[in-house]
Structure formats: C-alpha cells, structure tokens
C-alpha cells in the first residue's frame, strides 16, 4: 500500500472529521488552562462520559438502523427511581437491576412494536415516550430525588475504582463498545442493521425482516439507556426525576459528529465514543476556563455543524478519489 | 412439451375498484429469456409483485416445476430459486459489493462458539464471480453508491450465479443505463442462460429485450395481448400490437 492509498484509507474512516476536532479542542482548552489535563480532570472526564456513552451506543446502534430514540433521556431518569422504589421496599439489589432491566427491555419493545406496526416515525412514538417515562418519574417521586442504596458489591462492580483512572464504569462501556462495533462488522446482524438503515425496501427484497431488526435495536436502546442511568444513580447514591433530561439529543449529537448519517444506514459506534467525549471535553474544558455554562449548549450546536460539514466533504473527495484510481 | 419452470394460471388482482389483472396466464421454460413488454400501467409490476411473493393474487394458481405455490413472502419464491431485481432498488448504496452480494444470505465460519462472517471467502467469491461476468469492479470493499449503474446490475446478476438462481427477474434492467452499459448488461443476461438460468426481462422499450429474447409477451390494461415466440414474429409486429391496443 503506498503513501496514497494509506492516505485515502485514513481519510475514508468516518471518525477522522471528529477525531481532528476532538484533538483540536483539547489543545485549545489545554493552552487556555493547562489544570484541563491534570490527572485530577482527566480522571473526572473518564469517570462521567462512561454513563453518558453507554446511551449513545444504543442510539447510534439504532440510528444505523433508521430509528430515533427520543426516550432515553426519559428512561435514563426512570430506571434508576424504579429501582430505588424496589430498594427502598426491601428487594434484593440484583433483584431489583434484573427487574428494572427486564421493564426497560419491555419498554423499548412496545415502543419498537409501536413504530414498526402502525408505520409512524420513531421520532413520534418516542417523543411520546419521552413524555410518559419522564411523566411518570415525577408521578412516582412527587419530584423530589429519592436515595439509591444498592448492595456495596453493586456500586463496585458498576462503579467502582479498579486502577488509577480507571473505573469500573469506564471498563463497561468499552466492553460494550467492543462488542457492539463486532457484531456491526463481523457479524450478520450487523450487516443487516446497515442494510435496514441504508435501504429497507432492498433488506426485505433479500428476505430480511426489517421489523424484527429494529424491535431489537429499540430493546438494546432502552436497555443501555436504563443501565447508564442506574450506574449514574450508583455513582451520585440518588435517583432524581429529572435525572438524564436533554440527553436524547446529547446522544444523538454524539452518533452525528462521530459520522453517524441522520437517515441510517451509515455510522460507527468508534465515531460516537469520540462524539461523546468531544461533548464532555466541551462541557468540561468551559468549565476549567470559568466561562459560564451557558456557553455550552452553543459550542457544541457549533460543533456538530462543523463536524458534518467535514465528514461530508471528506466523504466526497475518498469516493472521488477511490474511484479515479 | 416438458413442464414449464413458472407457470401462473388465471392471475387476478384488484387494488380496490381497479382491475389491475385480470385473468393473466404466464409461464416461463427452462433456459428461457421472456420479455415482458407494455405500458406504464399495463401490469407488469403488478404481475412480478406476485410472483416474487410482494403481494398476494386475488384469484389464480401459480406452479413451479409442475407442483402448485402459495408465497407468503418474498423468502418462499427465494428458496425456490426465483430472484426478483427492481429497478435499481435491490442494493444497498452505502454497502459494499461483497456484503450487498451476500445480503441475508451470509457466508459465516465458526470461532469457538459464536458465527462470523467469513470476510475473506465472500471477498474471494466475489472476485471470482465478477471475473467470470467480464466485470472489472476496483474493488469488492468499494460502496455500490461508488458504482455506474451498470455495475450495479452486474452486483445482482453475480448475486443470482452464485446462489444458483432458476429464474431471474430484473425490471427496467436497462433504464437510465448509457448504450454502451446496457448492451453490457444484455450480454450478462445471456450468459445467464448459458449457465441454465431464466430470465423475465421487464421494460417498455421493445428495442432492449428484442436482441435477447426467446419469446415476447405483451400486457395492456391487464390483460395479455400477445404471446408470441420471437422466431415467429417481428419486431414491426409486436411494435403494432402495442400501439393499437
């Protein structure tokens, strides 16, 4: 492979848009205040984003497949209070997360079943969903945070500090991340996601049943939506109502600036963990330079334009280039 | 005469108050190129929707190799060996050639207990395929939106030698193809039946299916107003048929 071709490979990862980006902003940050990288706040960066991450995994996983999934900020804030409401009752703690996992897999089905039986967008059912889980957190809590004492070997093993820098949460989301990204690359579910997402119409011409395909990535959605909230509960010993609100979009912006496409069949779940992190360096680094938080939710519309416009343009040009050869 | 491979009996269908078939028999032998020629609206679509197990018939039988089918879905007349390729509709844009190939059908190996897919025999597959078609594609990592429009026929056609398809059906093969493509794509439909495979050639323009076809059936509203075998006949000949119908 000569110095071209290793070029059109390097450029053709969707990733590298976001990559630069990500690289970019911690240097400015880093020149503005060099406390940004100081073990202490990188350990902080490592131990928040696992929680957030797990989510955007299940929403990029879906987006691949052509679904949104505006529930998972809602579900991400009801999980965890279900399962205090179980602690708090007496239930055993494996008890209660099975529980609670079984209910978000339930949830995740008939929003799934929903979308895919009456032929609506997902963007409806969801926002529905949105609605009722959120609403129903705050039925259940009166809208006060409730406490979330689970056994001491739960938040260890969802929570704990294994090594320096490295908590337990931080394992559970790569280990997800490693084998979602197989089953996307190596296995035939994975084709078929990418399949369903970029051309429904030609998925099920090959005898694909598009809508089982989906149901099962609207399960795996709410699944990690619900397990990023309980370990964030883990992590804060609380469960509050409004816990996870505005993280619908968080995720998503996570899968576009990593190269997901808004209209499927195009992402990698590599792209969105540097999404995700890009998104908490942000929050974080304007944080450490004591610029208010407001600037926040700015930066980060500001990124994901940018972002989509390089993926684009990089996309373009590889293709142009592959092509000519 | 030996048994037809295809062979629909009295075929018809209504989409509410429209007739769209009615009472349409159609049969296609071993080896055999049909061209299936009309108008917008004559029911062609309507007919190969059936056959490859999209839609139900209203009324009518449908027989393969001598024995009655019912297709619940496009997998029953798959399994049978029937391949259907709408207009442009049956790849994937984002994906490669080799996972467009090998869509649903997966070529996997065991490593302990979980299946994967075996990346690098379906790449061998495809080369192999493409080289026997007379098709040089860059590469088989190459997206299929990376292809002209005639290479993308040739992804569905390889995809039809190599699962051992008995018949094919490709609609609008030619359509928005430049001269020189679509003379490329009719010289593969030939080679498919070299290789013992049958073809239903859907399109309105008589002129791309004549030079390779066995035989020529024409639909108007409906219903079928020519069958004729094209050692029989002419080109002026069925050319009328079609305006004055």
């Known amino acids: ?325 | 005469m030996a048994t037809p491979l295809v062979e629909m009996v009295n075929i018809h269908k209504w989409f509410g108050s429209v007739h769209a078939l009615k009472g349409v028999d159609f049969r296609v032998d071993r080896s055999e190129i049909v061209g299936l020629v009309g108008d917008n609206g004559a029911g062609k679509s309507t007919l190969i929707k059936i056959l490859s197990g999209l839609i139900p018939p209203d009324e009518g039988k449908i027989f393969f190799e001598g024995k009655e089918v019912h297709f619940r879905s496009p997998k029953d007349p798959m399994k049978l060996g029937i391949e259907t390729v709408y207009q442009d509709l049956m790849v994937v844009p984002y994906l490669n050639v080799y996972r467009n190939i090998f869509l649903g059908r997966e070529l996997e190996k065991k490593v302990g207990p979980f299946k994967v897919l075996d990346i690098e025999k379906m790449k061998k597959e495809v080369e192999r395929l493409l080289g026997d078609l007379g098709l040089r594609v860059a590469s088989p990592d190459l997206p299929v939106e990376a292809l002209s429009g005639g290479q993308r026929q040739a992804v569905v056609i390889a995809r039809a030698m190599y699962f051992k398809t008995k018949l094919l059906i490709l609609d609008e093969p030619t359509n928005n193809l430049s001269i020189k493509e679509a003379r490329r794509v009719l010289d593969m439909v030939s080679a498919l039946k070299r290789a013992g495979i049958s073809c239903i050639f859907i399109t309105h323009n008589l002129h791309h299916v004549y030079p390779v076809a066995d035989r020529i059936v024409v639909l108007n509203r409906g219903v079928k107003i020519a069958d004729l075998k094209k050692s029989e006949t002419t080109v002026d000949e069925i050319e009328k048929l079609i305006v004055s119908a």
């Open chain 1, 1 to 325: 492979m000569g110095f071209r071709e290793l070029g059109i490979t390097v450029l053709q990862k969707k990733e590298i848009s976001v990559t630069m980006i990500l690289v970019a902003t911690v240097l400015v940050f880093y020149s503005i205040q060099p406390r940004f990288l100081s073990s202490l706040n990188v350990e902080v960066l490592l131990k928040i984003t696992p929680e957030l991450g797990i989510v955007a995994l299940g929403v990029t996983m879906l987006m691949i497949g052509g679904e949104f999934d505006l529930s998972v900020g809602s579900v991400f804030g009801f999980a965890p209070l279900l399962m205090a409401v179980l602690l708090g009752s007496g239930v055993n703690t494996w008890i209660s997360f099975a529980a609670v996992m079984v209910v978000c897999s339930l949830i995740g089905a008939t929003q799934g079943l929903i979308t895919v039986k009456t032929g609506i967008p997902s963007f409806i059912t969801t926002l529905g969903g949105m609605l009722i889980w959120r609403g129903l957190a705050l039925v259940i809590t009166g809208g006060h945070p409730l406490y979330f004492t689970p056994s001491q070997d739960f938040t260890y093993i969802f929570t704990g500090k294994l090594f320096p820098f490295v908590y337990s949460q931080l394992i559970i989301f790569l280990g997800l991340l490693v084998i979602l990204q197989f089953i996307l690359e190596r296995h035939k579910f994975g084709n078929w996601v990418y399949a369903v997402g970029g051309r429904r119409q030609a998925a099920e011409a090959m005898g694909i049943s598009s809508g089982q395909v989906k149901i099962i990535l609207f399960i795996l959605c709410s699944v990690l939506a619900g397990l990023g909230g309980v370990i964030q509960s883990a992590r804060m010993s609380q469960a509050m109502p409004n816990q996870g609100s505005g993280l619908e979009f968080d995720a998503i912006a996570a899968a576009v600036v990593g190269g997901t496409s808004l209209f499927g069949g195009v992402g990698t779940l590599i792209g969105t963990m540097l999404g995700e992190f890009l998104c908490r360096v942000i929050e974080n680094g304007l944080i450490i330079i004591r610029a208010p938080s407001y600037y926040f939710r700015l930066y980060i519309g500001i990124v994901i334009i940018v972002a989509v416009i390089g993926n684009l343009y990089i996309q373009r040009r590889t293709v142009r280039m592959r092509v000519r050869k």
